[in-house]
T-cell receptor, first 115, second 114 residues
């Protein structure tokens, strides 16, 4: 158990709909990352938050957005869903010790299926 | 451009045989390097990491990896593979700067034959 909790584990929804994925980081971790894993693209970095602020953006579509709340949990919002958005979405968290980076701990992922 | 290349998409190894999974990276800053493993239906678990110091690092489950700066490589090895090692393995690179995201390779699927 990595200590990172993602809900729900599975989600099936129709095209055009909007969903919200939730992530609770490990206790004490200030950084939260969202990744999308698909068969053709592999693991793609979407977005990172650090202590409530957006820190970095990767290959995140404009239809997708995220936020990190004061209690450090994060939500990834996916809207106007398309079939191609079907993927495994991972959240990861890491502790930031001073200025140094450390490894990221991953949740079990949310399997999104768009039908 | 920053990238990680895992040249082997799929490898099959006999149980008890040795294993080497290749990883090459391209990164502008001093790299931090990681190997993660993903079992079917599971999240990613960290096997080992390299930040600095000894270029041969030991990880969990009997895995080790060697950082070779001159070759921009960070290959994962295990002297004797067990059937339970069958999984997908990901190499990743990150920066020293706090909170930067990891860049992953596309992964290598390991099958273990008896």
């Amino acid at each position: 158990d990595s200590g990172v909790t993602q809900t729900p584990k599975h989600l099936i929804t129709a095209t055009g709909q909007r969903v919200t994925l939730r992530c609770s980081p490990r206790s004490g971790d200030l950084s939260v990352y969202w990744y999308q894993q698909s068969l053709d693209q592999g693991l793609q970095f979407l977005i990172q938050y650090y202590n409530g602020e957006e820190r970095a953006k990767g290959n995140i579509l404009e239809r997708f957005s995220a936020q990190q709340f004061p209690d450090l949990h994060s939500e990834l919002n996916l809207s106007s869903l398309e079939l191609g958005d079907s993927a495994l979405y991972f959240c990861a968290s890491s502790v930031v010790s001073g200025r140094a980076n450390t490894e990221a701990f991953f949740g079990q992922g949310t399997r999104l299926t768009v039908v | 451009a920053q990238s990680v290349t895992q040249p082997d998409i799929h490898i099959t190894v006999s149980e008890g045989a040795s294993l080497e999974l290749r990883c090459n990276y391209s990164y502008g800053a001093t790299p931090y390097l990681f190997w993660y493993v993903q079992s079917p239906g599971q999240g990613l678990q960290l096997l080992l990491k390299y930040f600095s110091g000894d270029t041969l690092v030991q990880g969990i489950k009997g895995f080790e990896a060697e950082f070779k700066r001159s070759q921009s490589s960070f290959n994962l090895r295990k002297p004797s593979v067990h059937w339970s090692d069958a999984a997908e393995y990901f190499c990743a690179v990150g920066a020293w700067q706090a909170g930067t995201a990891l860049i992953f390779g596309k992964g290598t699927t390991l099958s273990v034959s008896s």
